[in-house]
């Protein structure tokens, strides 16, 4: 999985193979088709894994009673994924930009994508917006945007200061 999450993250989905995937593991091609019956399998199962990771911080997030802690809890969650899990945000994002081509992940993002939106409104109407539906989009969009350009520029650009910004406007 990781060797997998590597190359899509490096080379792309469409131009990683499952021999590549077996050369970068380190293990025989067949090896992994007893584990996935394809390259798409093996994607879909890093995406799911993760998927159930970030179900248990919403869990944790939910624990929260103030809404600008939650908020607080997602900022901060979201700079550390990006940190520590740079590849496979890279991954999700190559991906989300082809959804139509992976029909199998593309209800099963649109549908994580509504439920943070709904997330978002209502922690924004708990603090007080005055349109929390167009702020969660703004957010949203906000939050896109220093993701996107993370990626792109890495340590070249501020993600940390603009994180902080954020909780700075809608936390304190």
């Known amino acids: 999985m990781d060797a997998a999450l590597k190359l899509f993250a490096t080379k792309?989905?469409?131009?990683?193979?499952?021999?590549?995937?077996?050369?970068?593991?380190?293990?025989?091609?067949?090896?992994?088709?007893?584990?996935?019956?394809?390259?798409?399998?093996?994607?879909?199962?890093?995406?799911?894994?993760?998927?159930?990771?970030?179900?248990?911080?919403?869990?944790?997030?939910?624990?929260?009673t103030s809404a600008k802690e939650k908020l607080r809890y997602v900022f901060n969650l979201v700079r550390n994924l990006m940190k520590e899990r740079y590849e496979y945000q890279k991954l999700v994002a190559m991906m989300?930009?082809?959804?139509?081509?992976?029909?199998?992940?593309q209800e099963f993002i649109i549908d994580i994508n509504e439920a943070n939106m709904q997330m978002f409104i209502s922690i924004l109407a708990d603090i007080g917006s005055e349109d929390p539906e167009k702020e969660a989009l703004l957010l949203a969009?906000?939050?896109?945007?220093?993701?996107?350009?993370?990626?792109?520029?890495?340590?070249?650009?501020?993600?940390?200061?603009?994180?902080?910004?954020?909780?700075?406007?809608?936390?304190?």
């Open 12 to 64: 792309g989905f469409e131009s990683t193979s499952v021999n590549a995937i077996a050369k970068e593991a380190g293990v025989a091609k067949g090896l992994i088709y007893n584990y996935f019956k394809s390259k798409d399998a093996i994607v879909h199962d890093l995406v799911l894994g993760q998927v159930q990771e970030g179900d248990g911080f919403m869990h944790e997030m939910m624990e929260i």
């Open 96 to 105: 989300s930009l082809k959804l139509e081509a992976y029909p199998e992940l």
């Open 141 to 172: 969009a906000t939050m896109n945007g220093i993701t996107m350009t993370y990626m792109v520029l890495k340590d070249r650009y501020p993600m940390d200061q603009m994180i902080d910004d954020l909780i700075d406007k809608y936390c304190n």
